[in-house]
């Protein structure tokens, strides 16, 4: 089975300041792994993913994160947060076959960005 | 295009009423997932068709749910008897190509079920 680890149900930072969100997975073979950010009163939004390849991956919205193997992480990061960056954001483990369909989500990470 | 719709965007009932909630998924896409996310916690999986059939229905809590996607576009979740633990934000999501492993989700806005 697999599962996702979010450090840190809150998180505040400065405007400007540095976001990083923590995500750890467990997972037997090698995973496929998915930021997710959610505004309120909208869906989910696909932040980055990764499935192969290179480990540091970039996403929208100045986004971006590492796959780490050997800590098994795959922690969201940001240079210089802005206000519009506060919502809540979900690691998710993909699906562990081909054909098995099921995203596995962390508990999420609520983002407060202070003026 | 038109992103994934969900009606209604919120449901009220009673204890042991039927529900049913609706998805239409990006125009095209064969595959379509339902999720449920309780207060505080990260989206859980329910189900997931590739086409018309249920390709993954392991996620569903118990007999009282079932979802069908009879012509391979709109989707509906029904709920029977609903409890008040039933109550929570539910779902959908669709993607394209054959529902590979690594074909990016695009979530709807989501359904919020009160069972009273």
């Given at each position: 089975?697999?599962?996702?680890?979010?450090?840190?149900?809150?998180?505040?930072?400065?405007?400007?300041?540095?976001?990083?969100?923590?995500?750890?997975?467990?997972?037997?073979?090698?995973?496929?792994?998915?930021?997710?950010?959610?505004?309120?009163?909208?869906?989910?939004?696909?932040?980055?993913?990764?499935?192969?390849?290179?480990?540091?991956?970039?996403?929208?919205n100045g986004f971006e994160a590492e796959f780490k193997k050997s800590e098994t992480s795959f922690h969201l990061t940001k240079p210089s947060a802005h206000m519009s960056d506060a919502a809540?954001?979900?690691?998710?483990?993909?699906?562990?076959?081909?054909?098995?369909?099921?995203?596995?989500?962390?508990?999420?990470?609520?983002?407060?960005?202070?003026? | 295009?038109?992103?994934?719709?969900?009606?209604?965007?919120?449901?009220?009932?009673?204890?042991?009423?039927?529900?049913?909630?609706?998805?239409?998924?990006?125009?095209?896409?064969?595959?379509?997932?339902?999720?449920?996310?309780?207060?505080?916690?990260?989206?859980?999986?329910?189900?997931?068709?590739?086409?018309?059939?249920?390709?993954?229905?392991?996620?569903?809590?118990?007999?009282?749910?079932?979802?069908?996607?009879?012509?391979?576009?709109?989707?509906?979740?029904?709920?029977?008897?609903?409890?008040?633990?039933?109550?929570?934000?539910?779902?959908?999501?669709?993607?394209?190509?054959?529902?590979?492993?690594?074909?990016?989700?695009?979530?709807?806005p989501g359904t919020r079920l009160t069972v009273l």
């Amino acid at each position: 089975a697999q599962s996702v680890t979010q450090l840190g149900s809150h998180v505040s930072v400065s405007e400007g300041a540095l976001v990083l969100l923590r995500c750890n997975y467990s997972s037997s073979v090698p995973p496929y792994l998915f930021w997710y950010v959610q505004y309120p009163n909208q869906g989910l939004q696909l932040l980055l993913k990764y499935t192969t390849g290179a480990t540091l991956v970039k996403g929208i919205n100045g986004f971006e994160a590492e796959f780490k193997k050997s800590e098994t992480s795959f922690h969201l990061t940001k240079p210089s947060a802005h206000m519009s960056d506060a919502a809540e954001y979900f690691c998710a483990v993909g699906p562990l076959l081909q054909g098995a369909q099921k995203l596995v989500f962390g508990q999420g990470t609520r983002l407060t960005i202070n003026p | 295009g038109a992103g994934v719709s969900q009606t209604p965007s919120n449901k009220v009932t009673e204890k042991g009423k039927y529900v049913e909630l609706r998805c239409d998924p990006i125009s095209g896409h064969t595959a379509l997932y339902w999720y449920r996310q309780s207060l505080g916690q990260g989206p859980e999986f329910l189900i997931y068709f590739q086409g018309t059939g249920a390709a993954d229905d392991s996620g569903l809590p118990n007999d009282r749910f079932f979802a069908v996607r009879p012509e391979g576009s709109v989707s509906t979740l029904k709920i029977q008897r609903t409890e008040r633990g039933d109550s929570a934000v539910y779902l959908c999501a669709s993607s394209s190509a054959g529902g590979a492993s690594t074909d990016t989700q695009y979530f709807g806005p989501g359904t919020r079920l009160t069972v009273l």
